[in-house]
């Protein structure tokens, strides 16, 4: 399909194997300009949340927060920032949970998670408002603090956070320190304490014996400078763009991993069921995660150029699409992180949410298994106080159709006909520069991935690790 | 004090040492028949659950369960369940949750979790009811089989509920076989996977790859013959006696351990604000828990006849206290389980409920500190979906005034005038046949932990294992 279709186009990638590109038909997905504060001056009446008014779903709690400093206070609150007298470093995956919270995706969450939060986040998934009524909640949101911090905090109220290079990101106020139960932590976030979990050893194992909650002061909005920003969409952005396309109905799409004609005949189907339902114009909202993942997922850049060439090859309809970054950290942490997953794509509008095979699963970490039952993400997500009013809608399985040649959904009455085509294989293709079958990928997409693989053996090649690699 | 204030008054115990004693003054606590069927006629128009007519607190679900048969259908359910072909034998463990299950403690569950239940309460600790209302349910009540018993049971919908002997105990209806995932279930449950933690060695670890749930049917009421079945009242036999005495509030009191005056002061004290408060005849449910428990805790024997004296001896007040077993086995599952204490108190009648630091907690299977922070089971109780009904009364810590010589409430601005006397140093004294300071246990209540100990060092001292020990 022409060109003129895309609609992602990717410019100034800090990735040396990125071609510089200029954008085109970006209105199409996306706002022109991101960069700017996403809090128009009329829904400014409220600092800390904003009421969205729309046929939209509702954030949970009623508001979507927005925590980060008017523009008109912005010179004000950095002169203070930098007379708080502590300061806390942020590290990646911190710096990933301050842009969450920041935007309003964990509404009615106003900062890192405060002990009551925590304990009700642990124990119940979910947690209960001042008026009685009940949002999900099911990973801990926290910011860990090792004893020489704690010591110093001493009684203070208030913690200025900073980045590596100790620029100020964040004021975090009216704090309370609690213990950091990392072992329990653990437990009751994976449902094991098996070694080698990805999130556990780069953000708690090693982290600080404390945790610190409070409300977050963000100075400004959070940007990374690598050529994606523009495509790091506000919940507040998504439901402006939803509204602007007269959506009555956002399905939301997570994924961590290229896009294949299987994912891609869901999200199609999906949209057909929807208009079968009544629905005018349902709208896609394909939100791949930005945040940490692990070592061997394809990295973000890879991905969205990979992203970028379905839509430009017309697998999936830019008119009724909207690509966006989710700037999540991945947990792995599957039923539990499932909700996660979905909570907070209702904060960015969607009232319908998809829900496949272990979900945000991975291989047991110490045992030659699933960590989890495949099919307990989309029972305990159907089952989630919190979020009740979120449709869930469970994946059909797609498969490789031997005889049609294509992605189809899988008929158990003839499964001799169908390939399953797992991440593991289809790594392995790119690797060994394979094609996979037709019609499992478009041609342009899978080259993106056989090009990644190439530029990780040409640096490993040379002796250097990945920066990709190093940084997934 | 006089003997004939004594409440309780044991009689058959099987325990070698135990005297034999008769029972005299057992209505202030306890209906004199609890042999024949809770059931009273007129309400037996629901054979599932009894609607109870009171100004006691409703059970969770609205109905309290009665899994038992109807004495005028057993004969010929019990030829019903000689004619069902596959038989699963209970160890003792799954028979104290028939127990529980039978008697509604865990209403509304009608039988072993099926698969939905049992995800939400590993990952809500609550769930669900059709009309949309929320019951706390922290703890999965499930029975394992293993992979033989799940081939010969095929396609059978149920199973015939055998004790250790081969007596038909239950039906188990429409069932629902699942996978049984070990390592998930006690990592979600107990907030680690550290071996050593006692109901996981007893009751998962080895247990069966799979789980059977379904509806219960007992054939008849559950009885132990152990001389302490008198004291095993059921929910629906303590909402009597709590309307005969024309309780006004019920207050439940959890324990596991021989009660000391810090105990007794506090239960006293509760019934003291609870008199404040305007109510005019509270009600303390003293409800020992009956079921499995460590090996190094003191046998319901032994604890049940220190009970007895500590109300003989006046330290707490036999016209306005019931004391009666709770059945569950103990889980040591600190804020998981203290949930379930709480939940199954409310179905028993209690709308007010103690609990303490560290509930349910125990010392940390293989680190040298407690396995739980010992804040966290009140604030965890405190916040659970579910039993917002139900009124926490945290305790004071109680600790022994030296100034006073008695057990009083711990006042920080005198910290040295007080001792601390944990239950390691209080078994580490009786185990030395030492006393403890005056004032700390009425002396005829201590001489029963030392008679227990001294029991345990004579039957080692005979190269015997003590049958109490070994059964604990």
Redesign the interface.
Known sequence: MASSAAAIVFSDSPFRSSPLIHTHHVSRYAPRSVSVSVVSPSRRASRRGLAVKSALIDPDGGKLMNLVVEESRRRVMKREAETVPIRIKLNRVDLEWVHVLSEGWASPLKGFMR??EF??T???????LEDGS?VNM?VPIVLAIDDDQKFRIGDSNRVTLVDSVGNPIAILTDIEIY?H?K??RI??T????ARGLPYAEEAITKAGNWLIGGDLQVLEPIKYNDGLDRFRLSPSQLREEFIRRGADAVFAFQLRNPVHNGHALLMTDTRRRLLEMGYKNPVLLLNPLGGFTKADDVPLSWRMRQHEKVLEDGVLDPETTVVSIFPSPMLYAG??EVQWHAKARINAGANFYIVGRDPAGMGHPTENRDL??AD?GK??LS???GLERLNILPFKVAAYDKTQGKMAFFDPSRSQDFLFISGTKMRGLAKKKENPPDGFMCPSGWKVLVDYYDSLSAESGNGRVSEAVASA
Do not use: C, I
């Open positions: 002990q009551s304990l009700q642990l124990h119940f998934n979910s947690f209960r009940v099911s213990k139960p072992e329990e437990a009751r994976w449902g094991t304490t039923p539990t989890y039952d307990h029972k305990v089952m989630a106080p």
